[in-house]
């Protein structure tokens, strides 16, 4: 990287060195802009050091596991394997290790002077270092991201949050999380398949409030029958510490049974403290976000925001693309064309895992009425017929108008992940549902039933 010692003045301060802000820098850089990124942690952000990859990572060796106790019923010789923690743990952070010097090596090569630290705004141009150094640009991108919330509880302090997974070095017998989106699903998945006994605890009704309820109803049954204790309308009032535990008061003041672990998962909120923000002329939305115009601009002229710290969906590839599409305005000559969010992908790696895009059918019926035509396909994926496992995939399409234009699709299912990408750019492009029926199925394939669905 370029020292930072040599000059003050840049084209660039990117404030943050998650996955929005290196998107950010690296495109403008790539521009010829010149560019300064400020960022007092590990590269990568959430999604490189407690998010995304750790996760995917967690995921797959619960994948792993699951299919070696196929196996033995499929009639392979294997005993019962257990995860050594401290050895995959070495390979996991072996990988995100190799991430991070790549960073290093792309920050170097296009000239971005790294400083690690944490910046402050004096004003829309200029931005004060922890060391004191003030810098200043034609343009700042705030890009710091959010952090896992610690609930506001009697005993919250004797759990831990979700990012404290990623500390462990071995599954603890009986584990409770409390939550009921992304995070709390994923790891409940993960740990049970790991060899854990898992407590879910819901303050609603039902998992993924977001998603379809349909799908997230199924996900309920396929985790009950993996071994999981999904409890629904469950609030967590109150953590204490017994004997052989710590055990769990809910809303009628009746304690759970001992568990050995408990997690944390109840929301995130963005990084925006200490970043000086009202010197800036830079006031926070209800939520306590940063408002930006749909081209990412902040109230301030100058000054802009990506990712986690902006009401935009939560997504590492939305702040990338917010990022890029940004610099290539600056500093590129690119067209003011604002970033569609309408039709996002997202993928939950629940076990199975859950891809959407699109609308729930409750959402459809809301904007459309009775326009609505919903198709819906509920199977068993043939590895899990033939080892005589329980678990069921759900596949839906939500279409409307005459020409039943999809404008939902969700899937969940084994490699569900994997199937959303390709069906996610037909969507895009306006897909109808006989644009389904009219292509040739692969058989037998789980992703058949989407263009079978009648």
């Known amino acids: 990287m370029t020292d930072a010692s040599a000059h003050t003045d840049f084209d660039l ?4 060195g998650g996955s929005g802000g290196l998107a950010g820098a690296f495109r403008a850089a790539g521009h010829g802009a010149r560019v300064a990124l400020l960022e007092p942690g590990a590269l990568g952000g959430t999604c ?49 290790e190799g991430i991070h010097a790549g960073y290093r090596r792309r920050l170097e090569a296009a000239g971005i002077a790294l400083m690690p630290t944490r910046g402050r705004l004096l004003d829309a141009h200029r931005v004060r270092t922890d060391d004191g150094l003030v810098l200043s640009a034609s343009h700042v991108l705030i890009a710091t991201g959010g952090h896992a919330v610690r609930p506001d509880l009697a005993g919250a302090e004797l759990a831990g949050l979700s990012d404290d997974f990623f500390a462990w070095r071995a599954a603890p017998e009986r584990v409770a999380i409390v939550g009921a989106g992304y995070v709390a699903v994923e790891l409940a998945g993960v740990l049970q398949a790991l060899g854990s006994h898992v407590s879910l605890r819901v303050r609603g009704r039902r998992l993924l409030e977001s998603f379809d309820a349909e799908i997230s109803d199924q996900l309920a049954e396929d985790y009950r029958q993996s071994g999981i204790d999904c409890r629904f309308a469950t609030a967590t009032t109150a953590i204490e510490r017994v004997d052989d535990g710590l055990r769990l008061r809910d809303g009628n003041g009746e304690w759970s049974e001992p568990v050995d672990a408990v997690l944390l998962a109840t929301g995130r909120r963005p990084n925006v403290q200490g970043l000086g923000l009202e010197a800036a002329g830079i006031a926070l ?7 930006v115009d749909a081209f990412n601009g902040t109230a301030v002229e100058g000054v802009y925001a990506v990712g986690d710290v902006t009401p935009s969906p939560a997504l590492t590839p939305v702040a990338i693309a ?46 459309f009425g009775d326009d609505v035509h919903v198709l819906r396909a509920g199977f ?19 279409c409307t108008g005459a020409d039943r234009r999809v404008v939902g699709l969700h899937l969940l299912g084994d ?29 037998p394939t789980s992703a058949e039933e989407v263009v079978l669905m009648r």
């Open 285 to 291: 939305d209800a939520d306590g976000f940063i408002p």
């Open 415 to 443: 490699a569900a992940d994997e199937m959303l990408q390709g069906f996610a750019v037909a969507m895009r492009r306006g897909i109808t549902l006989d644009d389904l029926h009219d292509t040739i199925a692969i058989h």
């Open 13 to 16: 301060i990117v404030i943050g």
């Open 380 to 398: 068993r994926p043939m590895l899990h017929a033939l080892a005589a496992s329980p678990q069921r995939s759900l596949f839906k399409i939500v």
């Open 322 to 367: 917010a990022a890029r599409r940004l610099m290539d305005r600056l500093f590129g000559g690119g067209p003011r064309k604002a970033l569609v969010l309408d039709d996002v992908p997202t993928v939950v790696f629940s076990h199975p895992p859950i891809g959407r895009i699109g609308l729930t059918e409750a959402q459809a019926r809301e904007a």
């Open 48 to 96: 490189v050091n407690v998010g995304c990859v750790p996760k995917k990572a967690m995921w797959l060796a619960a994948e792993v596991a699951g299919k070696l106790r196929q196996a033995a019923v499929l009639g392979f010789e294997a005993s019962p394997a257990t995860l050594d923690w401290t050895t995959f743990v070495a390979h996991r952070e072996r990988y995100i």
